[in-house]
């Protein structure tokens, strides 16, 4: 299921080129909108909510970083254009796929967001699955690298800022 998937997402890169370079961006360059949108939450909360909002944030990329580090020294899975003829997009490490950590940390701070401001995190919510789907569609992750790195950091930023709260 994953890997056919895969292959519908993917067969679809080099139709069109606004599409594709649309798609690169999402991976590569949407990531920079992330502290922009932090800064902005900053600005916009109140002062006596501006310290926890940013120790949430901050944990919330250390543990996110650090579950990113031992989830690929314990599972290697490599990525599709290492196994597989896929459309390749763009370059990427030989890193093992699983999990994706752009979907991890865009999914957790989108969260981290959402708990703080609704509005803004549905947005962000969104960018960060057009940035899942863009991983797949310039051939770096399967989608379900996508989806449980997504999963993995949204969970992580929820028990970050439960524990924290308490």
Known sequence: ?????????????GKS???????????????????????FLLISEPKKIRRDLFLNVVYTIIVNLCLNFLVKKVKYRPRPFIIRHVNVLLPSKLDSSYISKHSLLAFSLSTC???????????????????????VWVGAHYPLDVVRGGLLGSVASFIISGVRMK
């Not at 080129?17 to 800064?39: Q, T």
């Open 1 to 13: 299921m994953d890997k056919k998937l895969f292959e519908f997402i993917n067969k679809m890169a």
């Open 17 to 39: 080129e606004v599409v594709d370079k649309g798609m690169i961006y999402a991976s590569n360059e949407m990531r920079y909108i992330y502290p922009l949108a932090f800064i």
């Open 113 to 135: 967001f959402f708990l703080y401001n609704k509005v803004l995190g549905k947005f962000m919510f969104i960018l960060s699955t057009v940035m899942g789907i863009s991983r």
